[in-house]
């Protein structure tokens, strides 16, 4: 009777341990969320979602890295879908136009009222949030300080026109070029436009269209400028052609490895500003899409992976700039004891000045491209500026219809 007593406990026994691991299976949630090319720093991540998952034992981190060719296009067919990943990692531009389109969930403003408030204004769509920032770059003036100081000038220049007034000077007491503007590459023509305050009518741009003219009629900036990208006005530096270079603090690796005597005269300042005085940056930011099955605690490991602690790690991992204000204020954005320490200051700084941002329209890739042929077409001086930026204004009018 005793053996059946014992035997009847511990089957009794077995059946509520088993009940309780199937309760607490029934309440574990596997999050999903993706990354964008995160493979190199699969330690950090991995260390981060290990540390999570035991602070929150429901909790299961599914962590997918995507390569950033195939980003957009997996995401935008993952949100249609009934069971698209709980946490996107992703641009702003794109990230715009998902709530564009209704595809992403709402954040609450409190929710991330420690992070830059520049960098959350900068990342509304119609005055609304719906992205968390992760991290951000934005860009300084690398220059030859050897040349600089052959070409007789004192003072740096800090906007576009102080850079284009000494250019002949440059050019004439050093034989290189003050620095190779790749104004037709990407958006960096619309970025310059809005740091003169021009987002629409363009016909407001003539001066500075002139100016870039007259500097490409006169030799005064390599013929190269209409053709070239950012990589290969990079390797006009590194062989000393050019003094300035406009350009992430990551290329300042790039330069000690593949230039070290370059390297050996290379300093840093402030990026290139225009009339407005904000700077151009750069961030990645995570989303919610709208049908996640757990939009509550994707929200929550966001914000456990962008908190002060973990944004900080990672920069000093890295070259980006954190998106959190206690990081931000960190000691580490306050060191100018290297020259990549300086950098990476200068460019904590910056991301305190960064409105009026611009702000990308739905046919944004096409008017970057009607924008930097008009450029070209003034450079050649294929009409009068004039005419040129009528047309432009023109042209842009009907893609917005």
Not at 140 to 149: A, M, P, S, V
Request: aromatic fraction near 10%; glycine fraction near 4%; hydrophobic fraction near 40%.
């Amino acid at each position: 009777m005793k053996k059946l007593i014992t035997f009847l406990i511990i089957i009794f026994s077995v059946l509520i341990l088993t009940a309780c691991s199937i309760r607490k299976d029934a309440s574990s949630k596997e999050v999903t969320f993706w990354t964008l090319q995160m493979g190199d720093y699969a330690d950090y991540m991995y260390k981060i979602i290990r540390t999570y998952e035991k602070e929150h034992p429901n909790i299961q981190i599914k962590w997918i890295d995507v390569p950033f060719s195939e980003g957009e296009k997996r995401t935008l067919a993952a949100v249609m879908t009934d069971n698209p990943p709980d946490l996107i990692n992703l641009n702003p531009d794109f990230s715009a136009l998902l709530a564009q389109k209704g595809t992403l969930q709402e954040i609450n403003e409190e929710d991330v009222s420690g992070f830059n408030a520049e960098i959350i204004n900068a990342l509304k769509y119609n005055n609304k949030l719906y992205s968390i920032p992760w991290y951000a770059t934005s860009a300084i003036t690398i220059y030859n300080k050897d040349l600089f100081g052959k070409s007789g000038i004192i003072r740096l220049p800090k906007t576009y026109k102080e850079l284009g007034a000494i250019s002949k000077k440059i050019k004439e007491n050093t034989g290189a070029y003050a620095y190779l503007p790749t104004i037709t590459e990407n958006d960096t023509m619309v970025k310059i436009l809005n740091k003169y305050g021009i987002t629409e009518n363009y016909i407001a741009a003539t001066p500075i269209f002139e100016m870039y003219k007259d500097l490409y009629q006169n030799d005064l900036i390599p013929k190269e400028s209409i053709t070239f990208t950012l990589r290969e006005a990079l390797e006009q530096y590194m062989s000393g052609k050019i003094v300035f270079f406009q350009g992430g603090a990551n290329f300042l690796t790039m330069i000690r490895e593949n230039a070290p005597s370059i390297y050996e005269k290379t300093d840093v300042t402030e990026q290139i500003k225009g009339p407005v005085g904000q700077n151009d940056f750069s961030v990645m930011n995570f989303v919610i899409p709208l049908r996640a099955k757990h939009k509550k605690e994707a929200l929550d490991f966001c914000l456990y992976l962008t908190n002060a602690k973990n944004q900080l790690e990672l920069a000093k991992m890295t070259n980006i700039i954190a998106t959190n204000d206690e990081a931000l204020n960190d000691s580490f954005y306050n060191d100018y004891s290297s020259l990549e320490a300086k950098a990476r200051s200068i460019s904590a700084k910056q991301i305190s000045k960064i409105t009026p941002q611009l702000k990308q329209r739905q046919n944004q890739k096409e008017v970057n491209t009607l924008v930097n042929t008009a450029v070209q077409s003034s450079l050649l001086n294929k009409d009068s500026v004039e005419n040129i930026l009528k047309k432009l204004d023109a042209d842009i009018g009907k893609i917005a219809e």
